[in-house]
């Protein structure tokens, strides 16, 4: 088991996307916590470039899309941080890592 925590960015987001994004970005919290960061089958997953142990999917494709961004903190202890959780457009990816 994973322990995962949202960053204050990542709470405040998470409060202004609807409420079934908020659902969907539940199941990826559950699935962070139980099988860790690697989550190959979610929408766009990957590694952000330039950034070490730092992820992205997307939650929702359309307009808007939605993303959250995570990063391992603490490989031994398994520490995850979610640093974002919104809209792609207010992503910047390079900030949040």
């Not at 962070?32 to 142990?53: E, S, V």
Request: aromatic share 10%; glycine share 8%; proline share 4%.
């Amino acid at each position: 088991m994973w322990t995962v925590n949202l960053v204050n960015r990542a709470q405040k987001g998470c409060k202004k996307i609807p409420k079934s994004i908020q659902e969907i970005f539940q199941v990826l919290l559950a699935e962070l916590t139980i099988a860790g960061p690697i989550r190959n089958q979610w929408p766009n997953f990957g590694k952000i470039k330039g950034a070490r142990n730092c992820y992205h999917c997307h939650l929702q494709k359309g307009n808007p899309t939605y993303v959250a961004v995570w990063k391992v903190i603490d490989k031994a202890r398994k520490i995850i941080e979610v640093t974002y959780v919104g809209t792609h457009e207010k992503a910047g990816y390079s900030r949040l890592c």
